[in-house]
């Protein structure tokens, strides 16, 4: 594929902003930029937006000079952000300007730790911009347009590839040969050394039987790694610990869904919150028994929320979720920013729990939602603590500070 700009493009952008980051600048109030919807803002925690007019931001991540970047679905490709630091949320946009000019990337946004090569992803490519050449990793085209990506910190040399079901019931993906609804782990040393691209099923298989896992985070403290299909948290172990139970399981899409209210199941004796049940057409002469020796999810969220990322606080403390929210739900539900607290690298909530989650940024009126609402996507943590969130649907990016 063309390579669109050369990543030494890209450090030469970095090392401009250096001088603009001078401390000079810190003293710096920025211009008040007026929410679309104002959020309801949980005690302990200040929001603002930080920018707007952006064309469906997903994914972000910060750079090692403290530049934010940006995936614009809408079309825009990479955005980079310089900013300018107050305390706080007074945090200010100093420049802003389109990095990566490919209308074809849609979600997934990852830099090595070295930062010498960024990874983003369009429906059916995964594109790496380093130094010398564009090299890239070809995947099975599907109907989820998103690719999420991960770069593991304990392992800097993986890439974790997730690829979605190309339908709502995609029974293909009974077979990890589909190339869908399957989290695939490739060595970043030997995507980078060639110049022609590989092919999806070449990588190692971590987990399938996941119907769209859009949001993977690692765990920071207890080498784990967590993601959520759909309205589950799952836990994956460790992506270089191949002899564990999770590594190459499967979880149990399309065959099997996990309960969120037993109560109005036909036939639930003994499911709770979370216990996997066969589902409708797919199952064929299956039956709940079918679904036992599927992975069950660590924490099952209320249907239809969509949470679409999830970012770790520093000492592995907390989870951070964005609820993208509902489409086909009466009345709406999702549309919010959410924290799940941790302790020794496990949710402190019991998988069977009610309330999993803790809300943190909520739009004021859920049933103006989908359209009269912000719609939380992409997260990402600058280097003092403090969460930025982006709505896709009102262009915005919201940065948040939290007071202890
Ligand atoms: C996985 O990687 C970590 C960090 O590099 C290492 O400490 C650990 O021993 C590895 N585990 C396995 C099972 O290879
Ligand atoms: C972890 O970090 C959070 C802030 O993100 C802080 O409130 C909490 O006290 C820390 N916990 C530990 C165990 O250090
Ligand atoms: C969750 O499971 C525990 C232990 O199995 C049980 O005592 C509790 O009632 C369950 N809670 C719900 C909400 O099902």
Redesign the pocket.
């Known amino acids: 594929m063309a390579s669109l700009f050369p990543f030494k493009f890209f450090t030469i952008l970095a090392l401009t902003s250096a001088l603009l980051l001078s401390p000079s600048l810190a003293q710096t109030t920025c211009a008040t930029v007026s929410p679309k919807y104002a959020p309801v803002v949980a005690a302990g925690y200040n929001a603002k937006v930080l920018m707007n007019g952006l064309k469906t931001p997903r994914g972000m991540l910060f750079d090692s000079q403290g530049n934010l970047l940006i995936v614009e679905q809408g079309g825009a490709g990479v955005r980079l952000v310089k900013l300018t630091d107050g305390d706080g949320t007074n945090v200010c946009v100093a420049s802003s300007k389109q990095l990566i000019a490919d209308s074809s990337l849609n979600h997934g946004i990852q830099l090595t730790g070295d930062g010498k090569t960024l990874f983003v992803s369009s429906e059916t490519i995964v594109y790496s911009y380093t130094y010398d050449a564009t090299a890239g990793t070809s995947i099975i085209p599907s109907g989820h347009a998103t690719r999420t990506l991960l770069i593991s910190k304990q392992n800097p040399d993986q890439i974790l590839v997730q690829v979605g079901s190309n339908a709502n019931i995609d029974s293909a993906t009974t077979e990890a040969s589909s190339g869908r609804s399957q989290a695939r782990i490739f060595s970043i040393n030997a995507l980078t050394a060639g110049t022609s691209s590989v092919a999806y099923s070449t990588g190692t298989l971590f987990a399938w039987g996941l119907r769209n896992s859009i949001g993977w985070a690692e765990e920071p403290t207890t080498d784990i790694h967590m993601n959520n299909p759909g309205e589950e948290l799952n836990y994956h172990g460790v992506l270089n610990d191949t002899k564990s139970p999770q590594f190459g399981a499967n979880y149990g899409y399309p065959l099997c869904i996990a309960a969120r209210d037993p109560t109005i199941l036909p036939a639930n004796t003994g499911i ?2 979370g216990t996997q049940f066969v589902y409708g057409t797919v199952g064929g002469t299956n039956t709940d028994d079918s679904c036992a020796p599927k992975q069950a999810p660590r924490l099952t969220f209320p249907a239809h929320t969509a949470p679409i990322d999830l970012k770790f606080t520093a000492n592995g403390s907390a989870l951070y979720v964005t609820f993208h929210g509902s489409w086909d739900r009466q009345p709406p539900d999702g549309y919010r920013l959410s924290r799940v607290d941790f302790k020794n690298g496990q949710p402190l909530q ?1 998988a ?3 309330n999993p989650a803790i809300n943190i940024l909520t739009n004021a009126d859920n049933t103006k939602c989908p359209n009269g609402c912000f719609r939380p996507s992409g997260l990402a943590w600058d280097s003092k603590n403090r969460l930025y969130m982006a709505s896709d649907s009102t262009g915005e990016v919201f940065v948040i500070s939290v007071m202890f």
Do not use: D, G, K, V
């Open positions: 709770q919150i019991p069977n729990s009610t």
